[in-house]
């Protein structure tokens, strides 16, 4: 199994809708938010240090996720925009996202995320700690490199 990260600039990837009704119908409304912001424009993804990945495991669109300035904390970077497909969890797809989208940060920065409660485990094995104020619930301090 190859897992691959690529940038999603243009347009969301191939299967974009697959993984938006697999999110649907576990009850997640991020992949809603994240189609909606990307037609109207609104959230591309496309300042400085932002990112949206697209995980393919062997070719298929496997997860998504995205790094953006946080909308509270402007020295601040958040996490968002993290789906995983059911059938490819625990097999290192978000982990990979992760660690993706942190290489690309700049390691000065704090980089919160506002964890989903069956998502708290996932966050903490990387690093992030609990920490719930200006809309996070975790925040992951990167020293200076």
Excluded: C, K
Aim: charged share 25%.
């Amino acid at each position: 199994m190859e897992i691959r990260t690529e940038a999603v600039v243009e347009d969301l990837p191939n299967g974009f809708d697959i993984l938006r009704a697999e999110a649907r119908s576990e009850g997640f409304r991020q992949m809603e938010r994240l189609a909606t912001d990307w037609d109207a424009h609104t959230t591309r993804f496309d300042r400085d240090g932002e990112a949206l990945l697209a995980a393919l495991v062997d070719g298929v669109l496997a997860g998504i996720g995205g790094l953006t300035v946080d909308p509270v904390v402007p020295t601040a970077f958040r996490m968002r925009r993290f789906y995983v497909r059911p059938v490819f969890r625990r097999v290192g797809v978000g982990r990979q996202l992760v660690l993706a989208l942190l290489a690309r940060a700049r390691p000065s920065e704090m980089i919160a995320v506002n964890a989903a409660p069956g998502s708290v485990r996932f966050w903490e094995a990387i690093g992030f700690a609990p920490d719930q104020r200006d809309g996070h619930t975790h925040i992951l301090h990167r020293a200076n490199s």
